[in-house]
């Protein structure tokens, strides 16, 4: 039985599975109309209901994958209160699939730091002035508190970071890669270990 979809030959011979996802995200930056480092997000909140967003991957490292969000805000708190998370992107163009879990850490001030400084100006007022997740009485009061901050701080190219805005980094214990088949025959391999110093192990998984 055969198919036409066979794009990643590799996929079942895989030996570092962090980096493989960096392989897969760069071939899906050719082909992916916008953000393909987009992800989906997934916490749990004090009463154990989950929530799930999009946000942006921004480094994939040995240690784990690196975002960026304001740490007041609700997934924040989410991921103060329960230090673990999982992650998927998915790559319509190239029919792919990738789901991470694991456990959370802050990522080091320099990282934060490193990053904060290459967002735009305007990003940067954004996130010194939202208090992300709360109620807001209107978008015109988010412009005046910003232009109120920005005449506080003067026009600049770069302003500091918040101490509230930082990055995370989820280093994985399961990562599994999907990829679509004709027939719905896809192919599932996840890897999995017990902590960061421990080997990966793999297993095919039925579609």
């Not at 996802?21 to 393909?36: F, I, K, R, S």
């Not at 805000?73 to 989410?78: H, I, P, R, Y």
């Not at 990053?115 to 978008?139: D, E, I, M, N």
Request: hydrophobic share 35%.
């Amino acid at each position: 039985m055969g198919t036409d979809l066979d794009q990643d030959k590799n996929l079942l011979t895989i030996h570092d599975p962090i980096m493989h996802v960096e392989t897969w995200l760069n071939e899906a930056a050719e082909t992916e109309v916008n953000d393909p480092n987009a992800m989906s997000l997934a916490t749990v909140d004090e009463n154990d209901m989950p929530n799930v967003r999009i946000v942006l991957l921004k480094e994939i490292a040995p240690e784990g994958f690196y975002f960026y969000t304001n740490r007041n805000s609700a997934k924040g708190q989410e991921l103060k209160a329960h230090a673990k998370a999982a992650i998927c992107l998915h790559w319509k163009s190239l029919r792919r699939q990738v789901r991470v879990r694991g456990l959370i850490a802050l990522a080091p001030d320099a990282k934060s730091d490193e990053y904060f400084a290459s967002r735009h100006p305007t990003s940067q007022l954004g996130a010194c002035v939202s208090k992300q997740s709360t109620p807001l009485a209107s978008y015109e009061q988010f412009q005046e508190e910003c232009a109120a901050k920005q005449a506080e701080l003067g026009e600049r190219e770069q302003y500091p970071r918040p101490a509230h805005w930082g990055g995370y980094i989820l280093s994985p214990l399961s990562i599994e890669f999907w990829e679509e088949k004709q027939y719905r025959l896809h192919t599932r391999r996840v890897f999995t270990r017990n902590n960061a110093d421990s080997p990966w192990q793999s297993q095919l998984l039925y579609p």
